[in-house]
């Protein structure tokens, strides 16, 4: 039964490349489509993916990939938040400079990016070092991102908080990276809390963390987890009824 009707404009980043399409659709929320709608609609697959819990995400790629895919719990979040988008990745390499246009790459990838995009940033050695504050912040909550996951510190937080920017880090910090860092690229690889992110992944984010979704795997994955979800949300009134998470668990098969 179709729930609730949305509009959105999607930004779509091809990997390794500072392209972005953008594409209007009328969305129809938790209404699980086939593997060969999701393949065809990546619209639809974004959102798909804004409706289902990380914890189910990371599951089912354990079940699937027999691989980890979620951030360390060092990633933590400015404020209780809840999002998914594509992944455009920025990497700062640590380099004492004077360079006034050291990081300005840095600037120019947010505006390359769009509606759906996620900016996720490794800053080398930089838990102490802010990546990213209220300016970019901003910028990025203009321009329609989805939120930012920093592998580093994040600064401005009354600014962010205020505009419901959600951003995920290693903590704040009051410090900066000018003249202490130097661009490194854009949507190229990266490791950030613990985990590869390429360009065009699926970032899926809420209260239990951060979790990336290889973009050759992502329909797969979100069918299991749109299983996972529905097995473990129909197990917490029967536990309530019933008393038993034992019973519980030989009649749905999810713990």
């Keep these: 039964m179709l729930k609730r009707k949305n509009t959105i404009v999607f930004g779509l980043l091809i990997s390794g490349l500072a392209i972005t399409t953008f ?3 009328t969305l129809y929320a938790d209404t699980p489509l086939s593997a060969a709608d999701y393949d065809h609609d990546p619209v ?3 959102q798909a ?3 289902v819990e990380a914890a189910s995400v990371s599951d089912a790629e354990e079940q699937l990939l027999h691989e980890r895919h979620y951030m360390s719990h060092k990633m933590q979040p400015i404020f209780p938040t809840k999002f998914a988008g594509v992944a455009l990745t920025v990497l700062l390499k640590k380099e004492e400079n ?7 790459g840095m600037l120019s ?3 390359s990016g769009g509606a759906g995009s996620v900016y996720v940033m490794k800053v080398e050695d930089g838990e102490d070092i802010a990546g990213m504050g209220g300016l ?3 910028a990025m909550f203009s321009r329609e ?3 930012a996951v920093v592998d580093g510190g994040v600064r401005d937080l009354p600014q962010l908080k205020k505009i419901g920017f959600p951003v995920y880090s290693t903590g704040s910090v009051p410090s900066t ?7 490194g690229g854009v949507n190229v690889p990266i490791e950030v809390g613990g985990t590869l992110v390429n360009a065009g992944d699926i970032v899926v984010a809420d209260q239990d963390g951060v979790v990336i979704v290889p973009r050759a795997q992502a329909t797969a994955v979100l069918l299991l987890a749109q299983k996972l979800d529905d097995s473990e949300h129909s197990m917490y009134p029967y536990i309530e009824k019933f008393h038993s998470i034992v019973d519980a668990v030989r009649q749905f098969g999810r713990i």
């Design 145 to 147: 991102f989805a939120g």
């Design 109 to 111: 990838a947010i505006d």
């Design 136 to 138: 970019m912040g901003t």
């Design 98 to 104: 004077k360079d006034p246009n050291a990081l300005s």
């Design 44 to 46: 639809r697959l974004l």
């Design 49 to 51: 993916y804004r409706h």
């Design 177 to 183: 990276s000018v003249s202490h860092y130097r661009f």
């Design 23 to 25: 594409v209007t659709a």
